[in-house]
């Protein structure tokens, strides 16, 4: 069977993917998707994943791969790891900090084997520091990196974001990493260790909001769907439900006013300033109801953007999809799985014109490669028997 080739974007690249659960991996999909050669590499005894294989979760993170299991616990399985370690330019883990040193695979005895591999390792809290055992959870790194504080409704208590945002920009930074990574190996012939943690991650989610405390010791606070600071920015109840309306800048807040016919608002004092309309937020929201009661969410939505103010629907995941530019950018890729047929994953989201990412392979069966593996490491059939027999492989 052909090596799996999404695009040839990364095509001359190998991979070792040791990852689970949700960072790591979808550090790994970057680099699946375009085009690199990756070799899940997965434990021979019991299924490691907290949910079912053959669910969407797993199924949209681990398409693109092949897949060979191994036992890094044994001497006979350490060996094959290092013969793919030679072969390989990135490995990639998201164990506990001191399990890598555990099993030998911690950078400097990768770099031993191999001077030009890149070790990428995501962890919860980072590789030091007073909370590096720590287990690493999207939830409780949202809340200690401060995002929970400043999401939900004031008097509500704090709230989680709706997605594993941590975990998947903790995965997105750690494959930045391996990028710039290797076009400085490209300079120095060398490898190096790329960390990313989800503590990290969350506060760059945060940017603006942390840095208005690291500027101005300003702590953020919960203003619910209403912008931190430009007003009118929120989400509006219509006749029908509820639209995003950002007419911030005093241009497009007259603009705004006159299309809802609330000229009046212009008058207001306090509302002659963006810093006044952020301080009567609640006052100015009253109004602004009052005023798109009276529409439905299409209709506003298409009258505002005649008149060039940004605004849009607030969908439901169904809706989502079946929104026209959704469609036309391609978000849903298809691929056929061996036992569970045609499957719709959500695509890759960047876009390159000359070496586009494709999904060509669905997520591999456990251990579907590994004789296929070994033998491109020059092990023959009998070697890999004996490998079976002896729960290696």
């Not at 092949?66 to 990639?92: C, H, M, W, Y």
């Not at 943690?197 to 619910?224: C, I, K, P, W």
Request: aromatic residues 6%; contains cysteine.
């Amino acid at each position: 069977m052909p090596k799996i080739v999404a695009s040839k974007a990364l095509s001359r690249f190998r991979v070792l993917d040791l990852t689970r659960v949700r960072a790591g991996p979808v550090c790994v999909r970057h680099l699946a998707d375009f085009g690199a050669d990756v070799v899940k590499i997965e434990n021979p005894g019991p299924e490691e994943y907290a949910g079912p294989r053959d669910a969407a979760d797993f199924q949209n993170l681990h398409r693109n791969k092949r897949s060979i299991t191994l036992n890094l616990k044994t001497p006979e399985g350490k060996a094959i790891f290092e013969q793919l370690t030679k072969t390989a330019d990135v490995v990639v883990e998201n164990y506990r900090p001191d399990v890598k040193f555990r099993l030998g695979i911690d950078y400097e005895s990768l770099k031993k084997i191999n001077p030009k591999i890149i070790l990428v390792s995501i962890s919860g809290y980072g590789e030091d520091g007073p909370y590096k055992n720590r287990p690493g959870f999207d939830q409780i790194t949202q809340g200690l990196s401060g995002l929970m504080s400043v999401t939900g409704t004031p008097g509500e208590g704090p709230m989680r974001v709706g997605g594993a945002v941590t975990d998947v920009t903790a995965g997105l930074l750690a494959a930045m990493g391996v990028m710039t990574a290797l076009l400085e190996r490209d300079e120095s012939g060398e490898g190096q260790w790329v960390q990313a943690n989800l503590l990290q991650a969350g506060l760059t989610l945060l940017d603006f909001q942390a840095a208005r405390y690291t500027m101005s010791g300003e702590v953020a606070q919960q203003v619910g769907n209403d912008h931190p600071t430009f007003m009118p920015t929120s989400a509006y109840k219509t006749q029908d439900g509820y639209i995003n309306i950002a007419a911030t800048g005093l241009g497009v807040w007259e603009k705004f006013a006159s299309a809802i016919e609330r000229d009046d608002l212009l008058l207001d004092e306090q509302f002659k300033s963006a810093k006044g309309r952020s301080a009567g937020r609640a006052r100015l929201n009253a109004e602004l109801s009052k005023a798109l009661m009276n529409k439905t969410s299409a209709k506003w939505v298409e009258l505002l953007l005649e008149k060039g103010i940004p605004c849009g629907p607030i969908y439901a995941m169904d809706q989502v999809f079946s929104d026209p530019q959704v469609q036309h950018l391609g978000a849903i890729g298809r691929v056929t799985h061996p036992t569970l047929g045609e499957l719709s994953l959500l695509n890759q989201s960047i876009k390159l014109t000359r070496t586009p990412s494709q999904i060509i392979a669905s997520s591999p069966l456990r251990g579907q490669h590994t004789a296929e593996i070994l033998t491109e490491l020059g092990y023959d059939s009998a070697m890999i028997e004996s490998f079976t027999k002896n729960a290696i492989i």
